[in-house]
DNA sequence: TTTAATAATTTGATATAACAAATCAAATAA
DNA sequence: TTATTTGATTTGTTATATCAAATTATTAAA
């Protein structure tokens, strides 16, 4: 007899566990870039002993979402005008080519999942939730590069979206309204359905550039307050 | 008074020493893919206890270029013929562009260096020095890549060439003795002199792309043998 | 001899202890 | 008051101890 039961996970790590939990942070805005963040308070904050955070920690560094100063303190990675530009070509290049590669595969469940995110991220918005919207967009743009069936290019698309995804909630409240950028989002769920791959990649490429200005307006203007 | 002192290094973390030891000996071939790493062997070849190599190697996990089975065990990463081919597409994209950013920014010592180091890759393959001619082939390719000036891209193009490392020294004799692949890189370097960005990048795209049809050669070739 | 069950060993996961470097606070001297 | 020095505290680094899961070795049963 041969029955089929489904494999037991085994439960993540703790590390594991606390790189996610740190990520979601990251993510949903608690820590300022230039934010410190000791070990010790990471620990009793999570109720964990220093052994997983100092690992969790130590990863988040090494993908260039923490910065190691001199003195061995982390903080959150602030972001340099110059490199912003960087990541924005190299989001360009691998999000556009995700793109074209997901709009061939998406299943029809994909394709829904991503138009209604689409138009929740929307709704979000126009009622002025801007985390329930940033959540959405999120969702939106990841449930392509998902589909393009290729693990290690998406790990590096979710990395270089943590980079930025501490500035992400301080420059979406305007960004967000924006008419072009609302427009380009609903052309580029129009792209999916029709799996019009270039036209996809066009509109994915737009809107990652429009976000790009935004976030770079708001260093320049740090800069000078500083 | 003031004067001009260097500013003092503090000495590497023993977690970052035992990294980039199993980086370099990754690199060099020393573990073949699928070669189990466990904890303990690690700290007592490395002479330190297993915490610095817990870090070092949650971070070479996370990074794609360890594996960790459900079993919690480590693994050099296998590489199978798909994710091969993402890479590949993915190299491309980032090298090219790494290339044609450089080919403007590179100084005289950087090409001087550059040219050296393909023909020493070409003279030690001549010489069946195949060890020296990967490293030298190393040594070509990331002196154009840093000459870029972007910290990012280089560090993601470092990552996906570790990924492959392990299989270079399995696929490289061939391949360095290839006419096409020699006359190529002699192609590339005229380039680099030329300070010809868009001659370079393609030429360093066939190299990429020579050299990922050799390895999955060599990959399927394995896959029929079990 | 092969299989099954049990014991011994290895291995990864986590917490804690100890230390050194860095930071901060307090006290003292200018 | 301002600057300097000393002392106390925090913080990162590393090693070790402990435990549970997994593997291997051994023994007993078929």
Redesign the interface.
């Given at each position: 007899m041969t029955i089929h039961l489904e494999s037991i996970e085994?439960a993540d790590?703790l590390?594991e566990q606390v790189c996610q939990n740190l990520r979601e942070a990251l993510i949903g805005g608690m820590f300022p870039p230039g934010e410190r963040l000791t070990m010790r308070f990471v620990a009793t904050a999570l109720g964990v002993s220093l052994?997983p955070v100092?690992?969790a920690l130590?990863?988040l560094a090494?993908?260039?979402v923490l910065e190691m100063l001199?003195n061995?303190t982390l903080i959150v990675a602030p972001i340099s005008i110059d490199?912003l530009r960087?990541?924005t070509?190299?989001r360009v290049?691998?999000e556009t080519?995700a793109s074209k590669t997901a709009s061939k595969l998406l299943t029809e469940n994909d394709i829904a999942a991503a138009v209604s995110a689409n138009d929740e991220m929307i709704r979000a918005t126009e009622a002025k939730d801007f985390k329930r919207a940033i959540r959405h967009n999120r969702d939106f743009h990841f449930t392509i590069y998902r589909g393009a069936g290729?693990?290690?290019?998406f790990?590096?698309i979710e990395n270089l979206w943590l980079r930025t995804g501490a500035y992400v909630n301080l420059t979406h409240p305007g960004f967000g309204l924006m008419p072009k950028a609302v427009e380009n989002h609903n052309r580029a769920a129009a792209a999916i359905i029709a799996r019009d791959g270039r036209a996809l990649a066009r509109f994915i490429e737009i809107d990652i550039r429009l976000s790009a200005e935004r976030l770079e307006a708001m260093l320049k203007a740090k800069v000078e307050a500083a």
């Open positions: 085994r790590t590390t052994t100092r690992e130590g990863i090494a993908e260039g001199p061995r490199v960087e990541i070509e190299i290049m691998l080519f290729m693990p290690t290019l790990k590096m």
